[in-house]
């Protein structure tokens, strides 16, 4: 089966630093999607990962290791826009690029 | 540039009435196309995805049935709604599997 642990929620200061890690277990994996959603919006694509290390992309990064099944998002200078959900998604390799969804973290940046 | 479209925003229906859900991408061609729920304080769920026209891979069974009637356009359908059909619709689509997902505004679906 299909397995995807994130932390629940998490609350950091502005300005600080945040790492969201999941975990998963998926059969046929190919990759890793991160995404932020907003409430009551969609969700928006962050960040990939196909082979193990850092991918930097601004204030975001993201890293993966395929043996762990692990992977983090990092996230640098919060801001208070950045409190919404973050969604962990691997994807499965030969379904048509289908996307495992784990229930997502919900960040909350404090002043 | 690519944009997708979905409507409606938001929809109320009594139990039994029928669905239409569509979305369309436009700037693109060929795309990879999805349909998600997500019910409240839950995780999105892949409900049927799409790899070309007429070609309809369903993930959960239930009483949702999709179409891909032309290469942009993907369309969720119910004869007959129930109350746990209530939820947030999206669909997203892909240039090809394993490529970013990228999601319309979603349709917040109700039942009465």
């Known amino acids: 089966g299909q397995n995807i642990d994130q932390p629940t929620e998490m609350t950091a200061t502005e300005g600080a630093i945040v790492q969201i890690n999941c975990t998963y277990q998926t059969s046929g994996f190919n990759g890793l999607f991160w995404y932020q959603q907003h409430a009551g919006e969609a969700p928006t694509f962050l960040s990939y990962?196909?082979?193990?290390g850092l991918e930097e992309k601004g204030r975001f990064s993201s890293f993966l290791s395929r043996s762990k099944g692990y992977s983090y998002l990092l996230l640098k200078e919060l801001q208070m826009k950045d409190s919404a959900s973050y969604l962990c998604?691997?994807?499965?390799?030969?379904?048509?690029?289908?996307?495992?969804f784990g229930q997502g973290t919900e960040l909350s940046v404090k002043p | 540039s690519q944009t997708i479209h979905q409507w409606p925003a938001t929809l109320v229906q009594p139990v039994g009435s029928p669905l239409s859900l569509e979305c369309t991408v436009e700037g693109t061609s060929n795309p990879n196309l999805y349909w998600y729920r997500q019910a409240a304080g839950r995780g999105l769920q892949l409900l049927f995805y799409?790899?070309?026209?007429?070609?309809i891979s369903s993930e959960v069974p239930q009483n949702l049935s999709a179409s891909r009637p032309q290469d942009r356009q993907f369309i969720l359908s119910s004869k007959k709604l129930l109350l746990s059909d209530s939820g947030f619709y999206l669909c997203a689509w892909s240039v090809i599997p394993n490529q970013p997902q990228h999601f319309g505004d979603g349709t917040r679906l109700s039942i009465l």
């Open positions: 990962n196909v082979l193990d």
């Open positions: 799409s790899v070309g026209i007429g070609q």
């Open positions: 998604a691997p994807s499965l390799y030969n379904q048509g690029g289908k996307l495992i």
